[in-house]
């Protein structure tokens, strides 16, 4: 699996190990009351339809948070596939991250099947070029591309997405994008050295890159058995985390420190010691917040089935 325990956040920015859907969250429009989100985005499709003309001139004004249903999603789904003509170029990205909002909530939730589906989408948004944005392709777009496309290992598209589409980046921001995206691409394919030769290169101006690459040499030290130099940066990652508590938000910070945390304890528990790994797996299960949690999930369990191996 590698690191495929990446979750979606909605506010375009990347936490740590987790994508950021970098895109406007779903909201619905009326004039007054509530018109649902899927309603909303279906009416652009008809021209005869009244809501088009209402939702569109109302669209900034009144915005609310919409629960889609799977048969809203799998319908504008099919909306795009058969009649994406009908909308004005203006809509067109719209509609679309309304969609991938929905598959990046579905993914938070555990639905992996939605991993496909946001890819797919990502792809066909490639192929009409409304990835871009005055010719450009912003790195934390990029970046999600990247990371769906290495949880469905699909490793070679990823290098190949990397190669052909950095020259839309952001010159300013390209060279860092690359070369953490790389170090991502060789953690999945479990070349190590190639990770942390690549880490030192990447420059940490932003915090999100900081917090990202951390916790993927975090997860690096732990995979190679370096356990010296897991405690240091464990310890090193807790004090950055608590020196900025005025510019990561609490919800982040818990995360990450619940990652060092129970990194630290399983590094210390024996292969084969259940009792212990029993304990560890359910103090997770009773935590909510934790960055990387299918990995460290997924560790857990391998030193319990050390005994079959």
């Known amino acids: 699996q590698a690191l495929g325990f990446f979750n979606y956040s909605g506010n375009g920015l990347p936490i740590g190990f987790k994508i950021a859907l970098h895109g406007r969250r779903i909201v619905n429009e009326a004039v007054s009351g509530n018109v649902p989100g899927h309603i ?5 499709f008809d021209r005869s339809n009244p809501l088009a003309r209402v939702c569109r001139t109302h669209r900034r004004k009144q915005a609310a948070h919409v629960n889609f249903t799977e048969e809203h999603y799998f319908a504008l789904k099919e909306k795009l596939q058969t009649s994406a003509h009908l909308l004005a170029p203006e809509h067109i990205k719209e509609v679309y991250d309304s969609a991938l909002n929905y598959c990046a909530r579905k993914i938070n939730q555990g639905k992996d099947p939605f991993l496909r589906e946001s890819f797919e989408m990502y792809k066909e948004l490639l192929s009409k070029e409304l990835l871009f944005v005055q010719g450009q392709l912003s790195q934390w777009t990029f970046k999600n591309v990247i990371v769906l496309a290495l949880r469905l290992g699909e490793y070679s598209w990823a290098e190949d997405f990397i190669q052909s589409m950095q020259i839309h980046l952001n010159e300013k921001y390209r060279q860092n994008a690359v070369t ?38 975090l997860a690096t030290y732990y995979e190679q058995g370096e356990d010296s130099a897991l405690q240091n940066l464990g310890d090193s990652f807790r004090a950055f985390i608590n020196r900025r508590k005025n510019t990561i938000p609490e919800s982040r910070r818990r995360s990450y420190l619940n990652l060092i945390r129970f990194t630290l304890k399983l590094v210390n528990i024996p292969d084969l010691d259940l009792p212990n790994l029993q304990r560890l797996e359910d103090e997770i299960d009773h935590t909510r917040e934790i960055a990387s949690e299918q990995w460290i999930r997924a560790k857990v369990r391998d030193k319990m089935r050390s005994k079959v191996s």
Do not use: I
């Not at 909303?40 to 652009?44: A, G, I, P």
């Not at 990770?195 to 999100?208: A, P, T």
């Open 40 to 44: 909303h985005c279906l009416s652009f």
């Open 180 to 217: 953490y995206n790389l170090a991502t691409l060789h953690f999945y394919r479990k070349d190590y050295a190639a990770v942390l030769s690549l880490l030192q290169e990447v420059e940490y101006d932003d915090v999100s890159y900081n917090l990202g690459a951390k916790t993927m040499l």
